[in-house]
């Protein structure tokens, strides 16, 4: 469980680390037309966390399963198969859905101040679930409502997703033409 939050924890440091003190014309800088800037990757990951943290909220809130989490943590069913497919070498790109699809123009100021803030909810949000079952309580996808996942699985995927485009958003800085 506590690599949960560690994991989270560094894709803050990360991002803080490397987009903060870059300017609205960098941030907002798309590499091609149909790519995303640094912007729309981070307000991407900040509309996917939304939806996990009321997700997992209404499983706090609604007196979740709870379990001391002994023992060790697995990966199962379709959790499992989407986790690894982010994970491979070369990991399957998908489609963004219409309405996780960030606009192209961006305040970068808010758009940061958003990300450092759900970043660090999500932290909270990991020392919160550490007495409800990671197995037993599921939560429904972000992208398609009939699809569930354990807990432990949704978890370990947003922070998999997070940063897979706080990677992507590293790849826009070393592009050829990035503002200087």
Same mark, same amino acid.
């Given at each position: 469980?506590?690599?949960?939050?560690?994991?989270?924890?560094?894709?803050?440091?990360?991002?803080?680390?490397?987009?903060?003190?870059?300017?609205?014309?960098?941030?907002?800088?798309?590499?091609?037309?149909? *790519?995303?800037?640094?912007?729309?990757?981070?307000?991407?990951?900040?509309?996917?966390?939304?939806?996990?943290?009321?997700?997992?909220?209404? +499983?706090?809130? *609604?007196?979740?399963?709870?379990?001391?989490?002994?023992?060790?943590?697995? /990966?199962?069913?379709?959790?499992?198969?989407?986790? /690894?497919?982010?994970?491979?070498?070369?990991? /399957?790109?998908?489609?963004? +859905?219409?309405?996780?699809?960030?606009?192209?123009?961006?305040?970068?100021?808010? +758009?940061?101040?958003?990300?450092?803030?759900?970043?660090? !909810?999500?932290?909270?949000?990991?020392? *919160?679930?550490? !007495?409800?079952?990671?197995?037993?309580?599921?939560?429904?996808?972000?992208?398609?409502?009939?699809?569930?996942?354990?807990?432990?699985?949704?978890? !370990?995927?947003?922070?998999?997703?997070?940063?897979?485009?706080?990677?992507?958003?590293?790849?826009?800085?070393?592009?050829?033409?990035?503002?200087?």
């Amino acid at each position: 469980m506590s690599s949960f939050r560690t994991e989270a924890a560094t894709n803050t440091t990360f991002a803080a680390k490397n987009f903060s003190d870059l300017n609205d014309a960098q941030l907002n800088w798309k590499p091609e037309l149909k *790519r995303w800037s640094i912007n729309q990757c981070l307000e991407h990951i900040n509309i996917t966390n939304h939806h996990w943290t009321l997700e997992i909220t209404r +499983v706090l809130d *609604r007196s979740g399963k709870k379990s001391d989490n002994v023992g060790e943590y697995h /990966r199962t069913g379709f959790g499992a198969f989407m986790i /690894r497919s982010l994970l491979t070498p070369k990991p /399957r790109k998908f489609k963004t +859905v219409k309405s996780f699809d960030p606009p192209s123009l961006l305040d970068s100021k808010k +758009v940061m101040n958003d990300f450092i803030n759900f970043q660090k !909810e999500w932290e909270n949000m990991m020392d *919160r679930i550490q !007495e409800y079952d990671i197995v037993k309580n599921r939560v429904h996808s972000p992208f398609f409502n009939l699809i569930k996942y354990r807990l432990g699985n949704a978890i !370990e995927l947003n922070n998999i997703h997070t940063k897979r485009h706080l990677n992507q958003a590293m790849n826009v800085i070393k592009e050829e033409g990035f503002p200087g």
